[in-house]
């Protein structure tokens, strides 16, 4: 599955979601970790999980498709 097999919305959720996470490590008070439990929330409810056969391996590779270019491991 690469980037084009996640809808948008998706994909900038997932972003999102890291930049949640690394805000509330940064800075973990009841307001970041509020957001960041937001923005969760509305990840793991998106409409695309209804009809991704492996939820769990498409996860990971949405996980994978959202990372900053930088942060993407090598393919062999």
Do not use: I
């Not at 900038?12 to 929330?41: C, H, I, K, M, N």
Request: aromatic letters at 10%; charged letters at 25%.
């Amino acid at each position: 599955m690469s980037d084009t097999d996640f809808p948008a919305d998706l994909l900038e959720l997932q972003r999102r979601w890291y930049t949640a996470e690394a805000d509330w490590a940064a800075d973990p008070t009841a307001e970041q970790r509020a957001a960041f439990a937001a923005v969760g929330s509305e990840l793991y409810s998106h409409e695309h999980w209804a009809k991704a056969g492996n939820r769990h391996e498409a996860e990971m590779k949405l996980k994978q498709a959202a990372l900053p270019e930088t942060s993407q491991q090598p393919t062999a």
